[in-house]
Antibody, heavy 117, light 107 residues
Framework: EVRLVESGGLLVQPGGSLRLSCAASGFTFSSHAMSWVRQAPGKGLEWVSAINGGGIRTFYADSVKGRFTISRDNAKSTLYLQMNSLRVDDTAEYYC??????????WGQGTLVTVSS | EIVMTQSPGTLSLSPGESVTLSCRASQSISSNYLAWYQQKPGQAPRLLIYGAFFRATGIPDRFSGSASGTDYTLIISRLEPEDFAVYYCQQYFSSWTFGPGTKVEIK
């Protein structure tokens, strides 16, 4: 069974940094691109970033470009999101999702990032 | 960026009724790279429909999808109590963008 478990969400001050992790199991991790999608409280879904299976190609939403870095460790079946220069409007539940030919078919349960002073 | 719009924002219905949810893309989505997700409070989105028409694994056949040009529809026939949720459409043809969602609530 496919399983994605996010961690690392915390309360952080504006301007701070945080690294999220997503531990994957139940499938061949290196064969799939992966994405991060976020959801601000009471709001809709926003795609944040994606990375290909080999970890070479990365993609970002304009709202996070230059501040967030996506990476992966295929030996550990883990996806990461390094978040720097955090802003209040980055407050959201962050989900990792498996990419199957661009379709986001499996999602983790999310980890909450709160940016507040 | 491809912008997705959904209507209506909220629907109030009773169990057993059928519902049609609408989604429109701002430009053509080649090969119908359109998905529908269901999200319940406190839960992650769950994939319902992909390729505009195809049900994901384990999704009951009361959920169906259709397409006409840049207009997409999710039909839920005979609403069950567990179907009351928010439904999002999403295009995955060019990057990924979501519609604002339609909430299906109990009347």
């Amino acid at each position: 069974e496919v399983r994605l478990v996010e961690s690392g969400g915390l309360l952080v001050q504006p301007g701070g940094s945080l690294r999220l992790s997503c531990a994957a199991s139940g499938f061949t991790f290196s064969s799939h691109a992966m994405s991060w999608v976020r959801q601000a409280p009471g709001k809709g879904l926003e795609w944040v970033s994606a990375i290909n299976g080999g970890g070479i190609r990365t993609f970002y939403a304009d709202s996070v470009k230059g501040r967030f870095t996506i990476s992966r460790d295929n030996a550990k079946s883990t996806l990461y999101l390094q978040m720097n220069s955090l802003r209040v409007d980055d407050t959201a539940e962050y989900y990792c999702a498996r990419d199957s030919n661009s379709l986001l078919d499996w999602w983790g349960q999310g980890t909450l990032v709160t940016v507040s002073s | 960026e491809i912008v997705m719009t959904q209507s209506p924002g909220t629907l109030s219905l009773s169990p057993g009724e059928s519902v049609t949810l609408s989604c429109r893309a701002s430009q053509s989505i080649s090969s119908n790279y359109l998905a529908w997700y269901q999200q319940k409070p406190g839960q992650a989105p769950r994939l319902l429909i992909y390729g505009a028409f195809f049900r994901a694994t384990g999704i009951p056949d009361r959920f169906s999808g259709s397409a006409s040009g840049t207009d997409y529809t999710l039909i839920i026939s005979r609403l069950e109590p567990e179907d009351f949720a928010v439904y999002y459409c999403q295009q995955y043809f060019s990057s990924w963008t979501f519609g604002p969602g339609t909430k299906v609530e109990i009347k």
